[in-house]
């Protein structure tokens, strides 16, 4: 299983970066994906997701963070603009179907942190 996020850093608030996720096609083509965050202290939330219906964002980033997917390339996508101190975290990208899954494999995340 290869979930490989990539594109965090350190950025000034108001600032943007692009995350992105390259995953195994053979077990993820056919799956709704997301992303999610883990801040210090705190469990691993859904930030955004595809869907049949269009995609799903917290309230908390909505209008500032955008989904993609380019399934060519296997690649998941997270644009992020006007960041915030709290959204400082840890990002990572899964399946929704995997993520719910006790132990389910992760894959190394990547540090986004927003100074204010």
């Known amino acids: 299983v290869q979930l490989q996020a990539s594109g965090g850093g350190l950025v000034q608030a108001g600032g943007s970066l692009r995350l992105s996720c390259v995953y195994s096609g053979s077990i993820f083509s056919s799956e709704i994906m997301g992303w999610y965050r883990q801040a210090p202290g705190l469990e691993r939330e859904l930030v955004a997701s595809?869907?049949?219906?269009?995609?799903y964002y917290i309230d908390s980033v909505k209008g500032r963070f955008t989904i993609s997917r380019d399934s060519a390339k296997n690649t998941l996508y997270l644009q992020m603009n006007n960041l915030k101190p709290e959204d400082t975290a840890v990002y990572y990208c899964?399946?929704?179907?995997?993520?719910?899954?006790?132990?389910?494999?992760w894959g190394q995340g990547t540090q986004v942190t927003v100074s204010s």
């Open positions: 899964n399946s929704l179907t995997r993520a719910i899954i006790k132990g389910a494999a």
């Open positions: 595809g869907s049949s219906g269009g995609p």
